[in-house]
């Protein structure tokens, strides 16, 4: 399952790039105001957290952003798979994200990119244990990243199914159950937009996290 839907979702982000190309004409269609606004906004993100010399990066940081955003919406359908809710692939993908930055890290600044682990001004004394806490503090960001975008869609998906199936058990027990499941169902709306707007927005928790890992490696801030 999670490789059939990580194949979708690769598949979805390539299809509506592809529709949103407008086939040369003038006249901008929906796909591509849509990738149009959503381009827009991550390119502005990447110069506010990155910085504008630094926009060779908007390329990635737009394909994970709308990799997640699909994956996260994707499961929303009824009977389908989130891959997000699943640790095993968020905390795999961050880490990758993690390998990479230090990476980029490496490649600006050589042996100099460990200085990031010695915060300026730090007495000699205390050199070691600050560069242990600094380097602890770094690699969790492999857990951390991953870890809070899988728990918020293990969270939601598990009680929207828990509301979605106590709901339909109520519907189908009686009349009498009937009417009082109207305040469930009216629940259950207002829980779906709800998971509709954390899908979105741990996408975008995702990326501007990653151009703030981005910016620490190229600045060494």
């Known amino acids: 399952n999670i490789g059939f839907y990580f194949f979708l979702g690769i598949f979805l ?73 699943h640790l095993v692939f968020t905390i795999s993908l961050s880490t990758v994200i993690l390998i990479g930055v230090t990476i980029i890290g490496f490649q600006k600044h050589g042996l100099k990119f460990f200085g990031f682990f010695i915060p300026a001004g730090t007495p000699f004394a205390l050199v070691f244990l600050l560069v242990a806490i600094e380097v602890i503090s770094y690699l969790a960001r492999g857990l951390s990243l991953g870890l809070r975008l899988g728990a918020n869609m293990i969270a939601g998906h598990s009680l929207l199914k828990i509301i979605s199936t106590f709901t339909w058990k109520m519907v189908v027990a009686g009349p009498v159950l009937l009417l009082v499941s109207v305040l469930p169902v009216l629940f259950l709306t207002a829980l779906v937009a709800l998971e509709l707007g954390i899908a979105m927005l741990q996408a975008y928790v995702f990326t501007i996290l990653t151009c703030s890992y981005l910016k620490d490696a190229i600045d060494l801030h």
């Open 13 to 85: 982000v390539i299809a509506i790039n592809v529709l949103s190309t407008n086939n040369g004409s003038l006249i901008p269609s929906r796909w591509a105001i849509h990738s149009e606004s959503v381009y827009g906004s991550i390119l502005n993100m990447v110069r506010d957290q990155v910085g504008a010399k630094n926009e060779v990066y908007v390329p990635f940081v737009f394909t994970l952003f709308n990799f997640i955003l699909f994956s996260n919406l994707a499961g929303l359908v009824p009977y389908s798979f989130t891959t997000t809710s």
